[in-house]
């Protein structure tokens, strides 16, 4: 009995986060392709690359988008991953 509770609370959760996933704009779906493949999935080294680019300073990869919108992007994304405990790369693989 608890066990179905638990299992019905987890798909739950998991169908809102699918939900999430596909409420993203195409701009942030980049986002988490690009984390991804050429961040290794490190919010943390996208974040500080646009950063450096921003200031000036060296930069890895050259990004076609606003800058600072896609930090702001950036900043949702990583939000909704820290709270929810999902990798919203893993649901766009599901979803292709």
């Given amino acids: 009995m608890a066990e179905d509770s638990e299992q019905g609370a ?7 986060h699918r939900e999430f996933y596909r409420s993203l704009s195409t701009e942030e779906k980049l986002l988490i392709t690009l984390r991804d493949e050429l ?3 490190s919010w943390d080294s ?17 990004l076609a988008t606003r800058i600072e919108e896609d ?7 990583r939000r909704y991953e820290a709270e929810s405990g999902v990798n919203l790369g893993q649901l766009g693989a599901e979803e292709k």
């Fill in 10 to 16: 987890q798909d739950e959760r998991e169908g809102e």
């Fill in 39 to 41: 961040y290794s999935g």
């Fill in 46 to 62: 996208m974040l500080a690359d646009l950063r450096a680019r921003l200031e000036g300073k060296p930069y890895i990869f050259r």
């Fill in 71 to 77: 930090i702001a992007r950036i900043d949702r994304l």
